[in-house]
């Protein structure tokens, strides 16, 4: 078995299920990720093998171009001194994002107060409660609870669109400045 690689970190080589022909595909720890299975199209098989393992390597040199190219223009103007204009700020935000979601990472907002774990710790006391007593699993926690409190906006005569707007411009006076991404 002759293994095909490209200039990168993805690759694939010709194999066998058993049953049918295979090109595999590896990601670059060398585990097998995909299999193109074919009978009679060999080559449109390797042909979408190839597709496939040079989108991947693509993938992760854009990802890299886009880091370095934040490291060395907008993050350099923040290091200075130097203020950013809300597009800027707002481009930013989303290139960090995107890097972030792609390195399997999450980004957190800034904040300037040193009070939002604080804030998140309390909030998750109330998701707690919320499981304890609903018996919610993980996954849809945050989303019964919040579709409960419309309930119970509704029953208590409040206004819960007025509530979440009025949370949205409290998150964001206590998030303001610059996101930092953390593993």
Same mark, same amino acid.
């Not at 579709?147 to 006076?173: I, K, M, P, T, V």
């Given at each position: 078995?002759?293994?095909?690689?490209?200039? /990168?970190?993805?690759?694939? +080589?010709?194999?066998?299920?058993?049953?049918?022909?295979?090109?595999?595909?590896?990601? !670059?720890? *060398?585990?097998?990720?995909?299999?193109?299975?074919?009978?009679?199209?060999?080559?449109?098989?390797?042909?979408?093998?190839?597709?496939?393992?040079?989108?991947?390597?693509?993938?992760?040199?854009?990802?890299?171009?886009?880091?370095?190219?934040?490291?060395?223009?907008?993050?350099?103007?923040?290091?200075?001194?130097?203020?950013?204009?809300?597009? /800027?700020?707002?481009?930013?935000?989303?290139?960090?994002?995107?890097?972030?979601?792609?390195? *399997?990472?999450?980004?957190? !907002? !800034?904040?300037?107060?040193?009070?939002?774990?604080?804030?998140?710790?309390?909030?998750?006391?109330?998701?707690?409660?919320?499981?304890?007593?609903?018996?919610?699993?993980?996954?849809?926690?945050? +989303?019964?609870?919040?579709?409960?409190?419309?309930?119970?906006?509704?029953?208590?005569?409040?206004?819960? /669109?007025?509530?979440?707007?009025?949370?949205?411009?409290?998150?964001?006076?206590?998030? *303001?400045?610059?996101?930092?991404?953390?593993?």
């Amino acid at each position: 078995m002759t293994t095909q690689h490209t200039k /990168e970190e993805f690759t694939y +080589s010709r194999g066998t299920d058993g049953v049918d022909e295979t090109f595999d595909i590896y990601d !670059p720890s *060398g585990k097998h990720l995909v299999s193109v299975h074919f009978w009679d199209e060999e080559e449109r098989a390797e042909a979408t093998a190839k597709m496939i393992v040079h989108r991947m390597n693509l993938h992760e040199r854009l990802v890299e171009a886009l880091n370095y190219l934040l490291e060395q223009t907008v993050d350099q103007d923040l290091k200075h001194g130097i203020t950013l204009s809300e597009g /800027e700020e707002d481009a930013r935000t989303k290139a960090l994002a995107v890097i972030a979601e792609a390195a *399997g990472s999450r980004i957190l !907002p !800034p904040d300037p107060e040193g009070m939002n774990d604080k804030r998140s710790a309390w909030a998750g006391a109330a998701i707690a409660a919320f499981q304890e007593t609903t018996g919610t699993d993980d996954e849809d926690a945050l +989303s019964d609870l919040l579709g409960d409190l419309r309930h119970w906006a509704d029953r208590n005569n409040y206004d819960f /669109e007025a509530a979440s707007l009025r949370a949205r411009c409290h998150y964001e006076a206590e998030t *303001g400045g610059v996101a930092k991404v953390t593993e």
